[in-house]
């Protein structure tokens, strides 16, 4: 296990926190805006390749910041005991939700027979046989489970970076704000 050595975040899991965040807003948006449009328009389809490359995108770099972060410091949390626990535990299930949204979304192109275009650059085809039962259950895990608690969490983590910048006035959200030396 690699020790806390510094008191900043590094600026690669600065900026892989950062990238990370926008596209997850802009996957969000992109799903949302596909809506606009109706079915068979090639529109809907744009917003729709954009949301899965997206998506896949947020896939590679969640395994990059993962493997970076295991690789590299970082610094110890901040706060109450049972702060850095619940801290460790988000931290944990954001992760995880960030590799899960991806795969399920995948997983359901995959089961519902379609390929998937990134950037408009190539395909990834389908490799198993296709079932509209299963696609509709991944569908269903990835469209109201895993991104409502994703939200949720989201919204924690969200709370709490504000909750320890003007309540306990550390330097939690400071020093994860891109070109911030140490304090």
Same mark, same amino acid.
């Given at each position: ?43 809907? %389809? ?9 998506? !896949?995108?947020? /896939? =590679? &770099?969640?395994?990059?910041? $993962? ?15 049972? %702060? ?9 299930? !954001?992760?995880? /939700? =960030? &590799?899960?949204?991806?795969? $399920? ?79």
């Amino acid at each position: 296990m690699i020790t806390p050595t510094s008191s900043q975040w590094n600026p690669v899991s600065k900026g892989l926190h950062w990238l990370i965040a926008i596209l997850v807003l802009c996957v969000w948006g992109s799903v949302e805006l596909h809506e606009f449009y109706q079915k068979g328009d090639p529109m809907r %389809e744009w917003w729709k390749t954009l949301h899965f490359s997206i998506g !896949f995108s947020i /896939l =590679l &770099l969640v395994a990059l910041r $993962l493997y970076w972060r295991s690789t590299h410091p970082r610094p110890e949390m901040l706060g109450r005991p049972w %702060e850095r626990i619940l801290g460790r535990i988000t931290h944990a299930t !954001f992760y995880f /939700l =960030l &590799l899960a949204m991806p795969i $399920l979304g995948l997983s359901m192109k995959q089961f519902a027979g379609s390929e998937t275009k990134i950037f408009w650059l190539f395909d990834i085809p389908s490799f198993v046989e296709k079932n509209i039962d299963t696609a509709k259950q991944l569908a269903f895990l990835h469209k109201e489970l895993v991104w409502n608690i994703l939200l949720v969490l989201i919204c924690l983590h969200v709370g709490a970076s504000l909750w320890h910048h003007f309540v306990d006035k550390d330097a939690t959200l400071r020093r994860m704000l891109p070109s911030r030396k140490d304090d």
